[in-house]
């Protein structure tokens, strides 16, 4: 069982804005600790896309976007792309394993 | 731009050990972190474990008895040894590299499939 909690699944049309969460505790987000984003395409190992809470490595598009309030936080999409379709995933650190935690993942679908 | 490589066997018995290495190319390992991350099938990653370029080792609790990470300063290779596996290892292993205990993995391996069974 994942210690970041994610949904499922989010899905939306084209063009739209979708918004994926990841709920943690006190020894990890909410300790202050960033927060990191991953995109998953099947078969294919993550690819960081989010670090840091907010930013985004060099060649990611502006659609992506990340935030953290408390001991959660938010990846949103806005102008849904049907190349978006994909696992995504969140990664803190956490102060009581010292060591990295996940979120059990969020399947997006375009519609 | 770093490339890792994760490489060893496709397939392990129950109770035995299963092996990987992690080969680095066009980068030094000294100065970073480097991570073992699993993720079975249809499931969510698993951190295994970490080996800093100095030596020193973090674990996952859950792995602490059965495994054990190194290095290879000579082939560029960072290892892996899990013990006495069972059905429930099998997974994508990959490996990672990072700035930071606490900062994001911002070079993968392509992942290796090992799966435990007779």
């Known amino acids: 069982q994942s210690v970041l909690t994610q949904p499922p699944s989010v899905s939306g049309a084209p063009g739209q804005r979708v918004t994926i969460s990841c709920t943690g505790n006190s020894s990890n987000i909410g300790a202050g600790y960033h927060v990191n984003w991953y995109q998953q395409l099947p078969g294919t190992a993550p690819k960081l896309l989010i670090y840091?809470?907010?930013s985004r490595p060099s060649g990611v598009p502006d659609r992506f976007s990340g935030s953290k309030s408390g001991s959660s936080a938010s990846l949103a999409i806005t102008g849904l792309q049907a190349e978006d379709e994909a696992d995504y995933c969140c990664?803190?650190?956490?102060?009581?394993?010292?060591?990295?935690?996940f979120g059990s993942g969020t399947t997006v679908t375009v519609l | 731009q770093v490339q890792l490589q994760e490489s060893g066997p496709g397939l392990v018995k129950p109770a035995e050990t299963l092996s990987l290495a992690c080969s680095v190319s066009a980068g030094s390992m000294s100065g970073h972190y480097w991570s073992w991350i699993r993720q079975p099938a249809g499931k969510g990653l698993e951190w295994i474990g970490r080996?800093?370029?100095?030596?020193?080792?973090n674990y996952n609790p859950s792995f602490k008895s059965r495994v054990t990470m190194s290095v290879d300063a000579s082939k560029n290779q960072f290892l892996m040894s899990l013990r006495s596996v069972t059905a429930a290892d099998t997974a994508v292993y990959y490996c990672?590299?990072?700035?930071?205990?606490?900062?994001?993995?911002?070079?993968w391996g392509q992942g290796i499939l090992v799966t435990v069974s007779s």
């Open positions: 990664q803190s650190y956490d102060s009581s394993l010292s060591g990295s935690v």
């Open positions: 990672a590299r990072h700035s930071s205990p606490h900062t994001s993995f911002d070079y």
């Open positions: 840091g809470d907010s």
């Open positions: 080996f800093f370029s100095s030596g020193s080792t």
